[in-house]
Nanobody
């Protein structure tokens, strides 16, 4: 069983920065796994934000949803089994509950799960990010 625990959510002003952390049980950093950040605003569907691939080939490859490219950065510290999401230049529309998701690599790939979040097998409980205007 993969366990994911998010932290770091807070209230920030527009243009501010925040770093989210996802503590993942070791199996999530095993071979051929995809770990990512997703978000869900009230009244909206969950959407992909960024993902990172752990595997034998192209290990550490990252993928981003268009709305966050150039502003958000996903990274991981395998020694700590932690995945981070650095968020800079926050917009009001970035406000949401952010979830960490993980799962074995499927035909969707780490890029595809950003479009189809249901492709992830494991989820954390989320951390709330609010952006004050």
């Amino acid at each position: 069983q993969v366990q994911l625990v998010e932290s770091g959510g807070d209230s920030v002003e527009v243009g501010g920065s925040l770093r989210l952390s996802c503590a993942a049980s070791r199996v999530a950093s095993a071979n051929n796994f995809c770990i990512g950040w997703f978000r869900q605003a009230p009244g909206k569907e969950r959407e992909g934000v960024a993902s990172i691939y752990n595997g034998r080939y192209n290990d550490g490859a990252t993928f981003y949803a268009d709305p966050v490219k150039g502003r958000f950065t996903i990274s991981q510290d395998n020694s700590k089994n932690t995945v981070y999401l650095q968020m800079d230049g926050l917009y009001a529309e970035d406000a949401a509950t952010y979830y960490c998701g993980a799962g074995p690599l499927s035909d969707l790939g780490c890029r595809g799960v950003l479009i189809y979040p249901d492709g992830m097998s494991y989820w954390g409980k989320g951390t709330l990010v609010t952006v004050a205007t």
